[in-house]
């Protein structure tokens, strides 16, 4: 029997399905979603902080818990960063709400985020029709 799927809200470069596919991770669906009552920062890696005046974009996806794992291990393993489930509630694009987990690094380094990096987020953000004023965000994170 498979192991069953969940849905996974995802905000930074996991939200790149090529970046999926490099550890192993084909989503079989997944939407594109927004995520209020956080704002993401990307320092050195992305992460959501709390805020009552923001909303972070991502996609939602579909997963098992042994690819969680994986993606997560490699997020410590290979990106240096420790991030954690936690439990949100999502608005998929197309207006219909899901419960999922997102994941959020307790602590990271305060350094400048990598170019490429922040590429690897703006060009799904831009594919999946994000608003301009979320792209320029993101965007801000390149000039330190």
């Excluded at 009552?37 to 805020?51: C, D, H, Q, T, Y």
């Excluded at 042994?66 to 420790?82: C, P, Q």
Aim: zero cysteines; glycine letters at 6%; aromatic letters at 14%.
């Amino acid at each position: 029997m498979p192991e069953p799927e969940i849905w996974t809200f995802f905000y930074g470069s996991y939200m790149n399905l090529a970046v999926l596919r490099e550890v192993n991770y084909t989503p079989r669906k997944y939407e594109a979603a927004r995520l209020p009552g956080f704002k993401i920062s990307i320092r050195p890696l992305a992460n959501l902080e709390r805020s009552d005046q923001h909303m972070v974009y991502g996609i939602v996806a579909t997963g098992t818990h042994t690819e969680l794992e994986r993606l997560y291990a490699h997020a410590e393993n290979v990106l240096g960063g420790r991030y954690q489930p936690e439990a949100v509630l999502v608005q998929t694009l197309s207006n219909h709400w899901l419960p999922a987990p997102t994941y959020i690094a307790p602590e990271l380094s305060d350094k400048p985020a990598k170019a490429d990096y922040i590429d690897r987020i703006i060009t799904p953000a831009r594919t999946y029709g994000f608003p301009a004023w979320y792209i320029e965000r993101l965007e801000s994170f390149k000039s330190g």
